[in-house]
């Protein structure tokens, strides 16, 4: 029996389905602890997370488990033990699970028993829970293993410590949402540590996959509840950490408490590490963005610059006979500030092609919104031409707030590959434009100093797509919209309940209709960065033909 153990912990990026290139990535992070007596990853490291229904694919499932034997191998060397995080197949049945690799061989394996179903998770359809699971000896200390929402729930915790358990380490893939890392510490993970009277280590990935991104934020909390470390937010990082055993049980040597990003910064991050990964895991050379003039594309602009680079990102400017100086001199100002490429490429040509082209068809018809999203249209045409003849992908540059009204041109300002801000309310895009002219991000790759001029977030914000538009003509003042669409949205609240917080009831039953009304567009538009707990896509699942009102 040992009264020392060294555990490195390894917060740390993923490909999804990249089974050798994980495998080989865990390798050379052990490289990196040569003392340690354990090495710990997070949840599914060796498959990536979430893979989705790409683990009921039998022939994926095997390569996954020779994978692990071959990992198993490696630890022969005399280095740390692994604990790594995959998918199993017993009696038939799929489990998420994960494994301790020692002395070149399996030593046990552990099956996670509460698989979250609410969200974005979707496990009770993909897995079959584990049983409550028993602890497992490594150096003669025994070691509880609760898989993440084991450890967001109370019972594996408590059943592991009433088998023995010694210490508690959850590895976890557990997504960014707003205010998630101190609610993991402050309120879930401490709860654990109160009800067990055990010393807990969280570890979790960061990076992007797909709509979800990983902030990282691991910690440790000795049996007391104190922190002894907490690894940084959004970067990867190996943390060697000391425990010993006490009279009271085991502690772990106090080491760097970082410090997590306040708001706006973290909702900034999360956009930078989505957009960077999935550019960059997809194989794009860069990106290319339409810049209008506008807050929500200049934001844009710059989440790609901090994200992959000036050098990468290619702006393009699409005037029309309506865009106004001002915009194009804002939109010129906004690529010089980024250092980012702009071309201008005006649209009249092809306005005016069309306006040919159908004027026997539209001859009897009144100039409507048709006319505007033509515009947008010939826009998007434009975009992806440029996309599908050099490589770079299309970011669109659409925010929450219009998705959910559906003031968005589908197969026009929606044509794209992957926006950033679709799950940030227009107010939450005012709030990071000001804090990214005034900040650089730790990870941002961008300019230093402001990346677009002030009147592009004092200026009332306009599609220009007819004379002298602006947002509010047809809708609330965003500070009120945005209150609305969250109560209806995030909080599923009726008309009447928002109504009763004040609001017109007039505007109330429109919005709600033209959220509703909306979803056909919302399933077709590119996927984006997740921020709080009802993004479109993953976690509102809304049918599209739906003849329900509140009102």
Known sequence: MTDQLTIAMAQINQRVGDLSGNATAMLAWRAKAPGADLIVFPEQQLIGYPAEDLVLKPVFAAKAAAQLAELALATADGGPAMLVG???VDGGALYNGIALLDGGRIVAVRYKHELPNYGTFDEKRIFTPGP???????????????????????????????????????????????????????????????????????????????????????FILNAD?????????WTEELRVTH????????????????????????IYSAMVTGLRDYV??????????????????????AIAADALGPDRVWCVMLPSRYTSQS????????????????????????????????????????????????????????????????GHMLMTTGNKSEMSVGYATIYG??????????????????????????????????PDGPVMPESIITKPPSAELRPDQKDSDSLPEYPVLDKMLHALVEEELSVDEVVARGFDRADVTRIERLLYLAEYKRRQAPPGVKLGTRNFGRDRRYPITNAFRSA
């Open 243 to 266: 425990w010993h055993r006490k009279g009271t049980g085991w502690v772990c040597e106090a080491g760097e408490l970082a410090v997590w990003e306040d708001h706006p910064a973290d």
């Open 280 to 301: 960059d895991t997809n194989r794009f050379p860069g990106v290319v963005v339409g810049l209008s003039g506008g807050i929500d594309s200049a934001i844009c602009a």
């Open 86 to 88: 995959s998918i199993f």
């Open 327 to 390: 915009s194009l001199d804002d939109a010129e100002q906004c690529a010089r500030m980024i250092g980012c490429r702009l071309d201008t490429i005006p649209i009249s040509p092809a306005v005016d092609a069309f306006d040919v082209m159908l004027s026997d068809s539209f001859a009897d018809a009144k100039v409507d919104i048709t006319e505007e999203n033509v515009q947008s249209r010939i826009r998007g045409v434009t975009l992806m031409a440029l996309s599908n003849k050099f």
């Open 225 to 233: 509840g104190t922190a002894a470390h907490r690894l940084p937010d």
């Open 132 to 218: 409550l699971p028993e602890p497992v000896e490594f150096r003669g200390v025994k070691l509880g293993l609760p898989i993440c929402e084991d450890g967001w729930l109370q019972p594996v915790s408590t059943h592991l410590a009433k088998q023995g358990a010694e210490i508690l380490i959850s590895a976890n893939g557990s997504p960014y949402e707003i205010d998630k890392d101190d609610r993991r510490l402050e309120q879930i993970f401490a709860a654990r540590v109160a009800e067990t009277g055990l010393p807990l280590l969280f570890l979790n990935r960061v990076g992007g996959q797909d709509e979800l991104v990983f902030d990282g934020s691991s």
């Open 413 to 446: 300002d929606m044509a794209g590959g992957y926006d950033p801000i679709k799950d940030a309310y227009k107010m939450t895009v005012f709030a990071i434009s000001k804090w990214r002219n005034a900040n650089k991000p730790r990870i941002g790759l961008g």
